[in-house]
């Protein structure tokens, strides 16, 4: 999906209110050179309201799912999404972030609110992550003594109570 999708032109229009729909799906997200987002198919509704001259607003509703990484067993955790966010643009757009050849570029919002919803641990829910990858993870187990005493760390076992006498 080319960016340029989510180029809105306020300069072809008068004031009042229009409605934009796209979708940002993996290409999308990959021209953001993004690696933690394995799979998208993100709803963008845009409506954009064009006050006098330039000065607009925007309401952004991003509804779908992203696909990430599992952060315990690092197998697909897709994520729902619904984000509604209000842009408020000023008169002169002219700068980099917001505008290309008097067009609103919503481009970088987008990934910018989808990336923003994520939550910060990733994780499936109880019991719904791969339990093959789990049982190497385990640390409520009880320690073998034999693989304790093998470890380079044995020699120093109880270091500090021998120097105290």
């Known amino acids: 999906m080319a960016v340029n999708t989510f180029l809105i ?5 008068a004031a009042g ?8 799906n993996l290409e999308f997200f990959q021209t953001f050179e993004n ?10 509704d845009a409506a954009v309201n064009k006050e006098g001259g330039r000065k607009a607003s925007v309401t952004l509703h991003l509804e ?27 008169e002169d757009f002219s700068g980099k972030d917001f505008s290309e050849d008097g067009k609103l570029d919503l481009s970088q919002a987008v990934y910018d609110f ?30 073998d003594e034999e693989a ?11 270091l500090f109570e021998e120097n105290k006498h």
């Open 9 to 13: 032109p306020l300069n072809d229009w």
């Open 114 to 143: 989808v990336c923003l919803s994520l939550p910060m641990k990733k994780v499936h829910p109880e019991g719904e992550c791969n339990p093959d990858t789990l049982r190497f993870l385990r640390t409520d187990e009880p320690k």
């Open 35 to 44: 690696a933690e987002i394995l799979d998208a198919c993100v709803n963008v």
């Open 17 to 24: 209110e229009r409605k934009f729909h796209s979708l940002a």
């Open 148 to 158: 304790a005493s093998n470890s380079p760390f044995a020699a120093l076992k109880g």
């Open 64 to 90: 779908g799912n992203v696909t990430v990484a599992c952060d315990r067993c690092l197998e697909n955790l897709v994520l729902p999404l619904d984000v509604n966010q209000v842009l408020s643009v000023p």
